[in-house]
């Protein structure tokens, strides 16, 4: 198991420049026996640098440091990483964000998957899921609370 966090290093390694931190190997999972590489990173990062996976084995990404304004929690339960506050964030700072990932020709598209976890499509649809999940079980809450 260290092996692969150790050439995972070895291949990734040159990312530490960029404030990604290694933190090591973590069980995610103790009845499955499911483990993870575990690394944090800045807000501010390329994730489609980084792979899901490595080896087979997860990736787990923590941001470190504090959050633009637009991802802010204004109530308690409110998800900081809808799709819309990546929107809103990058229409304010494109010129920011090309110069500081020094790629002038970027995209609004491709700074919105740099920022949203490497696939900003992606990540609009597991959110969408996820609220209507949560709506479905509600209405279930309430469906047996009468």
């Known amino acids: ?14 990312l530490k420049k960029m404030g990604v931190n290694f933190e090591g190997i973590q069980m995610i999972d103790p009845t499955k026996k499911k483990h993870a590489i575990v690394l944090t ?23 470190q440091g504090h959050l633009p304004e637009e991802f ?33 020709e970027m ?5 919105l998957d740099a920022l ?6 992606e990540h609009k649809k597991n959110t969408q899921n996820i609220l209507r999940e949560k709506q479905r079980k509600a209405r279930l809450q309430r469906a047996a609370a009468k």
């Open 1 to 14: 198991m260290y092996d692969i966090l150790k050439r995972f290093e070895e291949r990734y390694g040159y």
């Open 41 to 63: 990173r800045p807000f501010l990062f390329d994730c489609r640098l980084l792979p899901k996976k490595y080896d087979g084995i997860e990736i787990k990404i923590r941001i």
């Open 72 to 104: 802010k929690v204004k109530k308690a339960g409110e998800y900081p990483f809808m799709p819309e506050n990546f929107e809103r964030y990058v229409e304010k700072n494109m010129d920011a964000l090309r110069k500081h990932f020094e790629k002038p």
């Open 107 to 111: 995209t609004k598209l491709e700074m």
């Open 116 to 121: 949203a976890f490497g696939n900003f499509e």
